[in-house]
């Protein structure tokens, strides 16, 4: 794997209040989400699962409001805004390399 620029700020704290902009791609940008036809984004089941589940991120964390989004065929763009407290301190649980356990996985 090549190395990447990392592009986070080091004693910055991403849980505090402001807006973000997120950029999310996938492995080896595969075309995972749907296709672009005509000039419009069509999405796949799993686009549209996504787009589901970015319409709900309210319901998973109420301080987290997501403001604008586009999924495209092998990204998604956010722009969320943390409106209250998040829980979690981001910058302390990744100092301490907390690893979370879910199902008995790590």
Known sequence: ??????NRLNSYDYSQQGMYF???CTKNR?????EIKN???VLNDV???ILKNLNNVSN??????LDENIIM????????EIIGNVGADLVSAQNKKIQIKNSGQT
């Open 73 to 80: 065929p092998n990204h998604v763009h956010l722009i969320i």
């Open 39 to 41: 000039t419009e984004m």
């Open 60 to 65: 998973y964390s109420p301080s987290v409001f």
């Open 47 to 49: 686009g549209k699962i």
């Open 22 to 24: 997120i950029t999310i």
């Open 30 to 34: 595969e075309e995972f989400f749907g």
């Open 1 to 6: 794997m090549k190395n990447r620029k990392l």
